[in-house]
């Protein structure tokens, strides 16, 4: 079996995105874009700034995964949900929290999880998953 080794620089300067939803907003057309981009995708303006987003949305369809990576075999089975962020995006995440109430249209938020542990020199990198969100309406 391989070792996952986590690069303390590379988490470090990815921290913004792995940490946050942040997208890009052209200021000429309106646009948003997930991840992120310099250039907008559909007028070609590079007036674009960064917005984050809520990390609130409804998930729209999900499958569950029993085949595990390198240093996730403990996660199994993981779920990856396809979500519909409130502000119109659309994007693929993993699940966490995951129980039998799990169904197409619930209301889900962005919250931090545990990624991955190195279990060469003990670092543990975090990132964003999606959980089911208690009493909230489907919108």
Same mark, same amino acid.
């Not at 949900?81 to 995440?93: F, M, N, P, R």
């Not at 889900?108 to 545990?114: K, N």
């Given at each position: 079996?391989?070792?996952?080794?986590?690069?303390?620089?590379?988490?470090?300067? =990815?921290?913004?995105?792995?940490? $946050?939803?942040?997208?890009?907003?052209?200021? !000429?057309?309106? =646009?948003?874009?997930f991840p992120a981009r310099d250039v907008c995708n559909k007028c070609g303006s590079t007036k674009v700034t960064k917005v984050r987003l809520?990390?609130? +949305?409804? @998930?729209? !369809?999900?499958? #569950?995964?029993?085949?595990? /990576?390198?240093?996730?075999?403990?996660?199994?089975? !993981?779920?990856?949900? @396809?979500?519909? /962020?409130?502000? +119109?995006?659309?994007?693929?995440?993993?699940?966490?929290?995951?129980? %039998?109430? /799990? $169904?197409? +249209?619930?209301? #889900?938020?962005?919250?931090?999880?545990?990624?991955?542990?190195? !279990?060469? =020199?003990? @670092?543990?990198?975090?990132? #964003?998953?999606?959980?089911?969100? %208690?009493?909230?309406?489907?919108?």
């Amino acid at each position: 079996m391989r070792k996952v080794k986590i690069f303390p620089p590379q988490v470090w300067r =990815n921290k913004e995105t792995m940490y $946050r939803l942040i997208a890009a907003k052209c200021t !000429s057309c309106g =646009n948003v874009m997930f991840p992120a981009r310099d250039v907008c995708n559909k007028c070609g303006s590079t007036k674009v700034t960064k917005v984050r987003l809520s990390g609130k +949305g409804t @998930l729209i !369809s999900y499958t #569950v995964n029993y085949q595990s /990576l390198p240093g996730m075999e403990k996660v199994q089975p !993981s779920y990856i949900g @396809l979500i519909k /962020l409130d502000e +119109g995006i659309e994007i693929v995440a993993p699940l966490t929290d995951v129980d %039998e109430n /799990l $169904r197409e +249209g619930a209301r #889900v938020e962005a919250t931090i999880r545990r990624i991955r542990a190195d !279990s060469t =020199n003990g @670092l543990i990198e975090y990132g #964003v998953k999606f959980r089911l969100v %208690e009493n909230e309406p489907n919108r």
